[in-house]
T-cell receptor, first 113, second 113 residues
Framework: EAQVTQNPRYLITVTGKKLTVTCSQN?????MSWYRQDPGLGLRQIYYSMNVEVTDKGDVPEGYKVSRKEKRNFPLILESPSPNQTSLYFCASSYTGESYEQYFGPGTRLTVT | SQQGEEDPQALSIQEGENATMNCSYKTSINNLQWYRQNSGRGLVHLIL?????REKHSGRLRVTLDTSKKSSSLLITASRAADTASYFC?????????????FGQGTTLQVKP
């Protein structure tokens, strides 16, 4: 089954404790992206990757890091989480970055206390 | 600023009725997409309409696009309780290959049995 998986689905952590949210897709998609969704602000792009070893900032990259060492994986790293990073995070992938539908993961609900 | 803005923000109808949601955007686009999100879950792609298309159908969904007015509408015919969800329009930007989608705030649809 074609899908995007994220882990963990729920995470409660404390300020400053490094964490990684994993994202994996099995569709051989070149393009992958991370979004965060907040009430009243909608979905905003954090980082994206056009292919292996090619990443770039989205609209709200501060406080986040990403890497793309393999085509299927695109982990989101929070080196020192803060409460304002409490949010619902989505990973998405598509065939390329041009005009294709994006497939979204189930989401990771992160709470930073 | 928001590229896509949906109207209305919330819509409540009876099962069997039609639901119409509208989306407006600001800049020229390659395509416009509609997504559905069940409460707190991942987004599911519904339909993509390209800038040179005016209307597209998929099952009970009908999407129109008016590039001169920078607007789109999503019509769900013969709605069902299972259609209860939030619906988002998402646009890219013309000549952009970053894959970045700009989402509106969404329309929350409630279909009463």
């Amino acid at each position: 089954e074609a899908q995007v998986t994220q882990n963990p689905r729920y995470l409660i952590t404390v300020t400053g404790k490094k964490l990684t949210v994993t994202c994996s897709q099995n569709m051989n998609h070149e393009y992958m992206s991370w979004y965060r969704q907040d009430p009243g602000l909608g979905l905003r792009q954090i980082y994206y990757s056009m292919n292996v070893e090619v990443t770039d900032k989205g609209d709200v990259p501060e406080g986040y890091k990403v890497s793309r060492k393999e085509k299927r994986n695109f982990p989101l790293i929070l080196e020192s989480p803060s409460p304002n990073q409490t949010s619902l995070y989505f990973c998405a992938s598509s065939y390329t970055g041009e005009s294709y539908e994006q497939y979204f993961g189930p989401g990771t609900r992160l709470t930073v206390t | 600023s928001q590229q896509g803005e949906e109207d209305p923000q919330a819509l409540s109808i009876q099962e069997g009725e039609n639901a119409t949601m509208n989306c407006s955007y600001k800049t020229s686009i390659n395509n416009l997409q509609w997504y559905r999100q069940n409460s707190g879950r991942g987004l599911v792609h519904l339909i993509l309409i390209r800038s040179n298309e005016r209307e597209k159908h998929s099952g009970r969904l009908r999407v129109t696009l008016d590039t001169s007015k920078k607007s789109s509408s999503l019509l769900i015919t013969a709605s069902r309780a299972a259609d209860t969800a939030s619906y988002f329009c998402a646009t890219d930007r013309v000549w952009s290959n970053t894959g970045k989608l700009i989402f509106g705030q969404g329309t929350t649809l409630q279909v009463k049995p």
